[in-house]
Structures are given as C-alpha cells and as structure tokens.
C-alpha cells in the first residue's frame, strides 16, 4: 500500500552523528526490502503492518524543508538524507521528490551526505553535480556481497553490490567524499575471503575516498526474522549461524578474527575510514515523526 502524506516536518535529530546529527527521509517504509533492516519494525508504532510495502510518501517534503530552513535557529548542518529509509527505493521514480527537495537545499546552499542502495541516484547525477558546485555534498553506499544470489535473497531491492560501486565512482571529483560501507559482513555469508578480497580491490579501483566496515547486529524482532531467513535459504550454516549469535552481537572470537582480517586488507589497499564532518553542532529543534 502506497500513502501520500502531508507532514508537518521532514528533518529528525539523533544523538548519534554518523556522520551528521540531522536526517530528512521523503518516505516512511523501504521497497528495498533488506532482511537484516533494523528500520521495519519502526512501522508498527505508525499502526502499519509491513515496513518492505506499506510506504508512506511525504509528498510535501521539499516544501517542509524550505520552512524548517527558513527557521531562525537552523544551523546550516549537514544533513543526510537517506538515513532511516533509502531515498532512491523504487518509488521515487514515480514521485520524483528529490530533485524537489535538492532545489531548497541549493537555495539555502545547505551541506548534504547522500547515501543509497540504488543506482537510481545516477537519474539526478547532474543536479547532484550542480550542488556540489556550491556546497558540500558526501555520498555512501553500502554493499554487503558482490555475489548476486545472496544478494537477492538478503536486499531484494536494491541495486547488484557492482553497480553500487560503480555509481559511487561517478561521483569521485565532483562530490567532496565517497564512502563505501562493506556493511553488514554476515558471518559465514559474505565473510569469504574471495567477498573481502574482491570489495577491498574495487573501492581501491574505483578510488573510492572511504571504506567502513561493520559486522552484523542482530537484535529484538530483527534475530528471529533474520534466522528464519538463514534457515529458509541457507541451511547448511544455520546451525552454525545461530551458535555465532547466541548474544546480539556477534561471538567475540569471531569478530577478532574478521577485525584483523580486515584490517590486513585495509593497510594493502590503503583505505581511508574517517568520515570528514562539516561544523558538527547539536541544537536539537523539535523532532520529526514523519
Ligand atoms: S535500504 Fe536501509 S531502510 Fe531500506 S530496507 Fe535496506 S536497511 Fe532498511
């Protein structure tokens, strides 16, 4: 089910600056679908069933935007956009609230940090390029495999591992960073040292700026789903899997293990892992439930 909303506001505030404190997300709800999505639960508490199909559009978004920027205490902080829902899931082909909302943020020439699952973003390549011209803008993806039938099975939606980083690549030059986020390494998924070895190669290929690595979380409702999920599509590991997860986070040995192996990969190719943040303040205007 697809919902046009009006909301009141777009921008949300978090404690957690990864790598900015402000998010605007023009959708409630992600047709990318990935298992591991801590985000679809969320639905719930808005009395919506399914986080992969139930979406909500802001179709508003860039007019809020404009008012909460013309706001007295706005602080010209960055803002990502994308960071609880993918701005480029299948709909916005449809509702094309981007290039609306990237109009504000070059009136008000306001920092941005982009990041997506999907290629679609190659759709506003231009405008991103416009903006970059006349305020910082960062972009990211995150690639868990480059294998496609995991792939499938874990982000349905979302664009092959290849293209992502193929499409970062574009933006190498015009945009102040790119950020690769190998995230999550599933364990005894995408942990091969062919998947490691190969990602590590391409972001260095593609000179992508950053690479940030992080393991799987597993908690609450999104464990038990995620297992179901191990057991349906891969049973040979599941036993194996769930020993791994007995706590939310990974087996302390295990995660050692990956550590150093990563880090190897990371002083051959000699990635980078810092985000470049721009002016940090925390003024914690009112948050936004929609
Ligand atoms: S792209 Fe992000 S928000 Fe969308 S389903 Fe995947 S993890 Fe969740």
Not at 151 to 171: D, N, V, W, Y
Not at 240 to 269: A, C, G, M, P, W
Request: aromatic share 12%; net charge positive.
């Amino acid at each position: 089910m697809i919902q046009e909303i009006q909301s009141k506001k777009v921008l949300s505030f978090h404690e957690d600056s990864f790598p900015t404190n402000w998010d605007l997300n023009p959708y409630r709800g992600c047709t990318i679908g990935c298992k591991y999505c801590f985000a679809q639960y969320a639905h719930k508490y808005l009395g919506l069933n399914d986080f992969f199909k139930d979406i909500l559009v802001k179709i508003n978004a860039a007019e809020c935007l404009e008012q909460e920027f013309k706001q007295k205490k706005w602080n010209k902080e960055q803002i990502k956009i994308g960071g609880t829902t993918d701005l480029y899931q299948h709909i916005e082909k449809k509702y094309e609230l981007l290039p609306k909302i990237y109009e504000v943020i070059k009136k008000y020439k306001n920092p941005l940090f982009i990041q997506t699952k999907s290629s679609l973003i190659l759709r506003d390549f231009e405008i991103i390029k416009d903006l970059s011209k006349i305020t910082t803008v960062d972009i990211a993806t995150s690639i868990s495999t480059l294998d496609e039938s995991i792939r499938k099975i874990i982000e349905p939606g979302a664009s092959s591992g290849l293209e992502r980083i193929e499409m970062l690549a574009k933006f190498n030059g015009i945009c102040r960073s790119t950020t690769l986020g190998f995230m999550p390494i599933i364990p005894l998924i995408s942990d091969t040292d062919e998947n490691l070895e190969a990602i590590f190669r391409l972001a260095k290929e593609n000179k992508i700026d950053n690479v940030v690595t992080s393991v799987l979380f597993l908690r609450g409702e999104v464990k038990s789903t995620f297992f179901k999920t191990i057991q349906l599509n891969f049973p040979e590991i599941y036993t194996n899997f769930i020993r791994l997860y007995s706590k939310s986070t990974v087996d302390e040995n295990y995660l050692k293990s990956i550590h150093i192996r990563i880090q190897k990969l990371r002083e051959k190719y000699d990635l980078h892992t810092e985000f470049k943040k721009v002016n940090p303040k925390k003024n914690p205007i009112q948050l936004s439930l929609f």
